[in-house]
């Protein structure tokens, strides 16, 4: 049975109003369910039968060592509540990151500088345009939280900045 004889049975079950239709063959089995009882949508479920395939011994996975779990809570606690009074600048594009405007000139920023709003904090190249990141707030540089010609995802933190 290919996907294209699925996809017609789908849309016939879905036509007919029934709200479950299971077809067992020999080597696929097929649960069509719809929104004809009451539930929304429709749900299938395609199950392969496995042909008598043989049996792989598997090694049961070692038990992993109990850690105290308090300990660690509590400093993750402590560490956010620290960094929840600083102001995180996040990537606004999918790019990598530089903190320098080329290779052989310093940094935008250092940790510890003090920064208005509208500097240049750093680059991000995205699809070879370099995009200039400026900050949206006045502070000082707590840290920087990615690598220099690292690649950074959308919304991905890239500085904390103390505001006060």
């Known amino acids: 049975m290919d996907i294209k004889e699925i996809q017609s049975l789908i849309k016939f079950v879905a036509k007919s109003g029934a709200s479950e239709v299971k077809l067992e063959t020999d080597d696929i089995k097929i649960t069509i369910r719809t929104g004809a009882a009451g539930k929304e949508g429709e749900t299938t479920y395609v199950q392969q039968i496995p042909m008598a395939a043989p049996a792989m011994p598997q090694a049961a996975p070692a038990p992993a060592p109990a850690a105290p779990a308090a300990p660690a809570g509590d400093a993750e606690a402590e560490k956010k509540s620290e960094d929840s009074k600083y102001i995180t600048i996040k990537s606004p594009i999918i790019g990598t990151f530089y903190r320098k405007p080329s290779p052989d000139k310093p940094p935008f920023v250092e940790v510890g500088a003090t920064i208005s709003k509208g500097d ?33 995802e959308f919304d991905q933190p890239l500085f904390l900045i103390d505001p006060s």
Request: proline share 3%; aromatic share 4%.
């Open 120 to 152: 240049v904090l750093c680059v991000i190249e995205a699809m070879k345009l370099f995009n200039d990141i400026e900050s949206e707030v006045s502070g000082k540089v707590v840290k920087v939280l990615v690598d220099d010609s690292s690649p950074v």
